[in-house]
């Protein structure tokens, strides 16, 4: 169960930036937030790819992100993502799910408590990742 204001204060700060916002689930239809209350999701983790963004966020909560790492849609997101260079937003949660698909920190991979940073880091893609991620010529 995610946390629905730090969903917000996400989205807030991306379309702020410019950026149009897609929110992927679990699942089809809508996802439960902490707070008892439903969000739309716009598309699900096995269908919705992240290599069809900019820049991710994952804010999880700790138990969500342990069921997720058992998921080969969640892991796949996260490290696809990791290795498109983007920049990953994450809440304890979310670094909980990347620590699991074993994407270790870097300059791209931001807490998302401070939005500016991450937008900033949105905006550009990780070039001093590409070396961990594969062999350049």
């Known amino acids: 169960l995610s946390d629905g204001d730090a969903i917000r204060a996400a989205k807030k700060a991306a379309t702020d930036a410019g950026a149009s916002v897609?929110?992927?689930?679990?699942?089809?239809?809508?996802?439960?937030?902490?707070?008892?209350?439903?969000?739309?999701?716009?598309?699900?983790?096995?269908?919705?790819?992240?290599?069809?963004?900019?820049?991710?966020?994952v804010i999880l909560s700790e138990a969500g992100a342990q069921i997720l790492a058992k998921e080969s849609a969640a892991v796949d997101f996260v490290r696809d993502a990791f290795c498109h260079l983007k920049a990953i937003g994450v809440d304890r949660g979310g670094q909980w799910l990347l620590k699991s698909a074993l994407i270790e920190n870097d300059a791209g991979v931001c807490g998302i408590s401070d939005t500016k940073v991450f937008v900033a880091a949105a905006k550009t893609r990780q070039w001093d990742r590409e070396a961990s991620v594969r062999t350049l010529a």
């Open 22 to 57: 897609k929110l992927v689930a679990p699942k089809v239809g809508a996802t439960k937030l902490a707070d008892g209350s439903m969000l739309k999701a716009d598309g699900q983790l096995a269908g919705t790819p992240s290599v069809m963004f900019d820049a991710v966020v």
